[in-house]
């Protein structure tokens, strides 16, 4: 997000948790018998010569606990009930602070050695079997006297043309047994990354490191063909950019069996689909893309007209493809002030949510990306310590497209987690920490002014947390909102073939929905610092280095399909 932190303040969590143990989260309410089609929903995905199932259950094997420092626990899971034939590739690690289980780990069958195969084998010239047992393990970790428990984590030892998918945890010094794991043949493979950090302890007595990270592949979108297994990646010598001793699994199934049919995805929104709340204060309301059109919008372009040509109700006469070279923009109407500030004002009864649904992780997700569109986006508001700072025009640009995006798991239909687009960056926020309002439709917080979406209420601040300072991005419920489960249009899913979902002509204008802004920030903030108590005087130069570089000029925003998001993963 900028390369800034972002916090709420008014959501401050306690380290402290009670040492029980964790159960596997649910949904408030049931999910729904999805109808039929080819392969969602059915717990089992093909992914060419190996098809894998989701264990969410798991059994408890040792907790990684300091005795002193900061650092939280972290205990290791194996997974269990194990469905026949299947085989596990690693184990299963969780902060102790979680209440809930939300992770999941892969079993993987071969398909080969199956009586009926569920589908041919894919072009392999490999005589090697897909799975193979590791041939011994390295022991990686054994906490010290320094630990509340003692344990054990191992690498899988992976025969030659294989790939190890994970790690095992056990109470005993021993090796384990190498019928524990299955390693997974290299070209049925993916290279992985760490990225979220689990538990991280160092000690300075004996100069000692052990870090636990998630995993994920390293290339992720629309074409990419990585699938996470949920096991965890550990080390006490790794640093960045080192490759990782495992893998994950790659779908050579191209048809992507396991993603929703149009009719199944048009059931997972009306289930899942959020309710959108917009700020008591909030004056720049959204609106549908063609009320924004009908009531005046203009399109610019460089070297022409200056007076801009009004724009057909679904965009049919905006410049079709290419990129956004910056010699087009859309802007309000000019000639009428009132209906400038109208338009400006946006009408949230004629909005909708614009849906793009997608495969993420070699199909065994579906990502339902949800767009709303603002006709403005208002000015800042800057918190400096305990003073609160309504800026008049930094902040302010026309044409605000922003997004959430809920990821479905391909297996089971369920809820994983939340996508919230958060101005530049955004978090994936899992579904246990979701605020549900009805079933299993959850609340998607708008910001005041800027449109961005948050989990919860609150005020969220865009800057430096530690001095209190930054642009505030403050979030509650009213009356303005929108139910997305029902005032939603599918605008784009490229997996169910073309012409089934035909794009609105809108859609294809990759250039940017507002002018350029370039704002005199000296100006503002020289006014902001002769203002201020003395224990906040700044420079205007150190104080424009706190605050989110956006408030300093705005280009015009660019449509949904010109976001790097639109083919490729989302920002995290």
């Known amino acids: 997000m900028l390369g800034k932190e972002c916090w709420c303040w008014d959501n401050v969590f306690d380290n402290n948790y009670d040492e029980i143990e964790p159960e596997s989260f649910t949904l408030p309410s049931p999910i729904p ?8 929903g059915n717990g089992k995905i093909c992914l060419g010569e190996i098809e894998v199932a989701q264990i969410t ?34 184990h299963y690690c969780q902060p102790d602070d979680e209440k809930n289980i939300t992770g999941y780990v892969l079993a993987v069958k071969d398909l080969s050695t199956d009586q009926k195969p569920k589908k041919p084998l894919q072009d392999s010239t490999s005589k090697l079997p897909a799975l193979a047992k590791p ?62 950090v689990v538990f991280s302890y160092n000690s300075l007595l004996s100069k000692s490191q052990f870090r636990v990270w998630k995993t994920r592949p390293c290339e992720r979108g629309i074409s990419c063909r990585g699938v996470s297994v949920g096991t965890f990646f550990c080390s006490t010598s790794f640093t960045k950019g080192d490759e990782l001793t495992i893998a994950c699994l790659k779908n050579l199934d191209s048809s992507l069996q396991a993603m929703p049919n149009l009719e199944q995805v048009h059931a997972l929104i009306k289930h899942y689909g959020p309710t959108v709340y917009f ?3 909030e ?17 610019f372009e460089d070297g022409k007209n200056n007076n801009g040509i009004s724009i057909e109700l679904k965009g049919a006469n905006l410049p079709a493809g290419g990129r956004n070279d910056g010699k087009y923009w859309l802007d309000l109407p000019s000639k009428d002030a009132v209906n400038r500030h109208t338009v400006k004002c946006g009408k949230i009864e004629t909005a909708e949510l614009y849906v793009h649904v997608k495969p993420a992780e070699g199909g065994t997700l579906t990502d339902i990306a949800m767009w709303i569109f603002c006709p403005f986006n208002g000015p800042a508001t800057l918190k400096v310590g305990w003073l609160n700072l309504d800026l008049k025009k930094v902040g302010e640009h026309v044409g605000d497209w922003e997004h959430y995006t809920l990821r479905i798991s391909n297996f089971s239909g369920e809820l994983v987690s939340v996508y919230f687009s958060e101005h530049s960056g955004g978090e994936w926020v899992d579904a246990r920490d979701l605020e549900f309002i009805e079933g299993n439709k959850s609340i998607i917080y708008a910001s005041r ?40 249009r599918i605008i784009a899913a ?8 035909v794009e609105p002509p809108w859609l294809q204008y990759m250039r940017e929905w507002g002018p350029t802004i370039e704002y005199k920030s000296g100006s503002e903030v020289d006014e902001i610092i002769k203002h201020l108590p003395y224990i906040f005087r700044f420079s205007a130069e150190t104080l424009v280095e706190l605050f989110p570089n956006e408030l300093y000029g705005e280009a015009g ?8 998001n639109w083919f490729g993963d989302e920002r995290w």
Not at 33 to 40: I, V
């Open 494 to 501: 490229e997996y169910l073939g073309e012409g089934t979902i």
């Open 283 to 299: 004056i720049y309301l959204p609106s549908s893309v063609e009320w924004f059109f009908k009531n005046g919008a203009l399109l």
């Open 449 to 488: 002014n800027g449109h961005a979406s948050y989990p919860h209420p609150g005020c969220y601040l865009q800057g430096n947390t530690k001095l209190g300072i930054g642009a505030r991005n403050d979030c509650a419920k009213s009356k303005y909102y929108i139910d997305s489960s029902s005032k939603y």
């Open 33 to 40: 018998q999805w109808s039929q089609g080819k392969g969602f």
């Open 135 to 196: 041939t011994n393990y390295t022991l990686v970790y054994s906490p010290n006297a320094l630990f509340k428990e003692v344990g054990y984590v191992w690498l899988p030892n992976a025969p030659v043309g294989y790939k190890a998918m994970g790690f095992v945890a056990t109470v005993e010094p021993d090796e384990p047994n190498v019928n524990e794991v299955r390693c997974v043949r290299a070209d049925l493979t993916e290279s992985c990354e760490a990225c979220e």
């Open 57 to 90: 259950k798991f059994t408890k094997i040792w907790s990684c606990c300091p005795l002193f420092g900061k650092s939280k626990s972290v205990s290791f899971y194996k997974p269990d009930e194990i469905p026949q034939g299947f085989s596990i590739v690693g």
């Open 557 to 564: 925003p660019t449509g949904p399909k010109e976001k790097n």
């Open 279 to 281: 700020h008591p204060d």
